[in-house]
């Protein structure tokens, strides 16, 4: 099981295996063989290729949905299946080059009885590349039509289970089936990929947990994941017991991308609020750092395939469908509405909507008629049946209300309904509602758009052709609350729910020129015929390539257990420091430098009481009385905060306010850097924070001798870094000309002096030591945060600088296992007392105390 407890030891060594180590999984072979009978399956024809043989050489993409782009049919004893042409994973295939081959991952819409699964598999894999997950009847249920379409899917629309009647609570088995699922999922790409060379595309919300699941059995998958839903805002998202597991989730993917900037912003906004991250937006992309790796962020509405519908415009019997259904709406003005049946598509709205035009304006009684085509709901229970029962009543009051003989305001198309005849539908409508109240991106207005254009053929079948031709015209009404809003510029954007604004929108299309609907429809049909299903798949991918170009430059270490789970990305020099490993090195030097940070190295971050324990103390004296050591604390507090908490260590050294000050033991004086001591910046600096501090609840100002610090760690977290980077641009622009810098760091602005940094603490203590002919030959530095990385890089620097003198032994070592300049690391502040408790002992003779007697001593 997932939460299975481990030792600290045991979970050490799992941590470390280096993904260099990792062998995989058997998987099956890259060329597969087989017969496919025509008559059952018409395979080779559907696919495209000559034989059942998989080219070893091709580039490989497997796009993994929840269901494969397959329709399946029963013809007596057997299975016959061909493609599912009007499935969105089909058609972007052609966005990918054309050596590339696709495998599809996902289930089947039949079930599939479990004595023929193999076969069937099997007849899929080779036919169309095609490999099935059959999920027993009892998980699909709990999974699909229970955590995804009855809690997941509400949610994610932004309707939260206040009550039983109002939306399914959070169900802990149907999660656990989703769970369960996703595996499935994972075992089944397992079984295809090459880690080393395929590049893995995931699809929508139904698997937001395979990343996860995917990278922990292969640390460098390239890996994409795109969302076809919407992703709701913070205060939504928030809600969901299980909202850590799923965000750590996408962003181990290395691109995820959204149809909108709304549902990458509410992701980022997130990533923010939960995990303390920040995005960076770099030449046009949006950047996380996520424990080293670089994930990105993409947005780009999906297109339609145009061919697909031309094709279907241009056959006579689509031609002969539209004129029938000119000739039964001759003289009216026809507004079409195609939907699923679904709680959140806004069909009552709509038909209210309607009902209010019709109250308003009597003349449209009789000439306006709205076409509802519904297609079946994707799920079932009784919030389906309510929205069914309530439209229909609605429509009923309607064309009771205002219905004539031979004329109905509403009228039903239940469906469902073939492509040809949707497109029928479209090709006659004036004009086209999409009122969802919420919706993750609906196609339904590029359709719209396509097929008023039509085709040649199809305007050649109509007589539609000659002098006497009408320039192309089309009318949308769209919801501002679903994500293909965005893109169409030339719609008339309602809020669904204000019914009157809906009404006015129906009238305004009924009563637009000629000349304005044409414009409209031309600024459509330009951006969709532009930004189709290829554009969008060709898009991701060639993002998804640029995304995992530096999988190889690093070393990958898995941490974490169950869904917890993530890569850290580290240089390759990165090295765990043991005390073995540095022993050998201590007890043959003879004139050491120690430099600890305080805050999160020696004492852990999350510690309130910050005062350092006894364990501390006694190592740090245990260090220091030896002769030949130098041990320094250099932190950024201040120096009265130090000199108290280290008053029990007459000989520690203490660097305070990033070396501003320094004392070299308890006995002798401060001395300062030398920079400059003129702080009338003071004087300007401190109004500004003070402005900030009023206007940033849970903000404050910190007062150092030599430098101001505003602190936002305890405000909200978005507020606080936005005020924190207008306070950075503020301060920067009033103290330009003063002898300061601005910095920015984890949850604090601080101004200080210019040049003033932990890195010249290193090098200023150095030249001490060696100015006094005690030149160290072995260096230890500790810290955890960003400035101690100055120290980490003024480190480096000396060992590149031939100029200066050699010091044999240097050990920098960052704590927490995260990028770094540092070449080694420990993982908290209790490896760090430890590791010094074995330096303290390593160089004592036999008779001397142990680490363990110094620990009991405490």
Known sequence: MEGTMLSRSCLGLLNLVSVDDYTGLGRVPRVVTGDVPELEMNAREKSGSDDGVWAVSRERRIVVANQLPIRAFREGKKWRFEWDKDSLVLQLKDGFPSDVEVVYVGSLKA????????????LLLEGFRCVPTFIPAEVHN??????CKHYLWPLFHYMLPMSPSQGARFDRAQWQAYVLANRIFADKVTEVINPDEDYVWVHDYHLMILPTLLRKRFHRVKLGFFLHNTFPSSEIYRTLPVREEILRAFLNCDLIGFHTFDYARHFLSCCSRMLGMDYESKRGYIGLDYYGRNVTVKILPAGIHMGLLETVLSLPQTASRVRELREQYEGRVLILGLDDMDLFKGISLKFLALGKLLEVDESLRGRVVLVQILNAARSRGKDIQDVKSESEAIAREIN??????????????????????????YAVSDCCVVNAVRDGMNLVPYEYTVCRQGTVALDKALGDQGEGEKPKQSVIIVSEFIGCSPSLSGAIRVNPWNIDEVAEAMNSAITMSEAEKHLRHEKHYKYISSHDVAYWARSFDQDLDRACREHYSKRYWGVGLGLGFRIVALDPTLRKLSVDHIASAYRGSHSRLILLDYDGTMMPQASINKTPSREVISVLNYLCSDPE????IVSGRDKDCLSKWFSPCEKLGLSAEHGYFTRWSKDSPWETCGLTTDFEWKMIAEPVMALYTEATDGSFIEHKESAMVWHHQEADPYFGSCQAKELLDHLESVLANEPVVVIRGQHIVEVKPQGLSKGKVVEDLISSMRSKGKSPDFLLCIGDDRSDEDMFESIARSVSNPVLPTISNMFACTVGLKPSMAKYYLEDSSEVIKLLEGLATASAPPSSVTSQELRGAL
């Open 111 to 122: 079930e599939i009885e479990a004595c023929e699964q193999e076969e069937v598999a099997q």
């Open 142 to 147: 709990k999974f699909y039509h229970g955590f």
């Open 400 to 425: 009771e209300k205002y219905g004539q003989p031979g004329y109905q305001p509403i009228v039903f198309v239940n469906g469902p309904v073939s492509t040809q005849e949707k497109a029928a539908y």
């Open 629 to 632: 050591n130098m041990v320094f």
